[in-house]
């Protein structure tokens, strides 16, 4: 038995036009998988496929949480994720994707394993930015960081937060690198 096994549905054996399935993707998944965007997770997906008279129509619902890098300091952190994603599939002759959701199988195999389609939903539902919230990267690369961003020796941390509060309530932006404004002047002359 494959690692993937459990993904494949038999759509030829299929006897009602309705069939459920419930998978967990876990962190086991996910190493098994080998893909670049996610290595750890735990997502659940409620797959639904419906007979139609032309073809499958495959309904993932997915919902979870997978680990991805923070952008700023490079630590793990928990990035919720959910999706809703369509799939149609149609018997041929052989394997054939026709377009981003159309999927052609073998009629005489008449199964389709949706282990990769499942990882690309879950990557998919990645946001491009992923930070931590306010204050929960990792202090040390912060300061770091910092050091490379400061325009000035007494520039205060500049990677810390985009925007702060004053205690007054009033919002007090973060002084803007020099170089924009040179940039922003060669932009107005054009």
Known sequence: MGKFDKYKIDLKGMQADFCQYE?????????????????????????????????FELDFQTEG??????????????????STDKLFVKF?????????????????????????????FVAL?????????????????SRKLSKHLRTTPDDEDAFAEDDVEEESG????????PRWNELKKILDNN
């Open 23 to 55: 998978f967990v993707l876990d962190n086991q998944f996910f190493a098994d998988i080998d893909g670049p965007e996610v290595q750890k997770g735990k997502v659940k997906v409620v797959l639904v496929v419906k007979r139609t008279s032309r073809a």
């Open 65 to 82: 949480i997978v680990w991805v890098p923070c952008d700023r300091c490079l630590d793990d952190m928990e990035q919720p994720i959910a």
């Open 92 to 120: 041929g002759t052989e394997y054939a994707e026709e377009g981003d959701n159309l999927i052609v199988i073998p009629e005489d195999e008449g199964v389709i394993n949706v282990a990769w389609f499942m990882y690309e």
């Open 125 to 141: 539902a990645i946001p491009m930015k992923h930070v931590h919230a306010p204050g929960k990267c990792n202090k040390e690369m």
């Open 170 to 177: 009033e919002r007090v932006e973060t002084p803007i690198d």
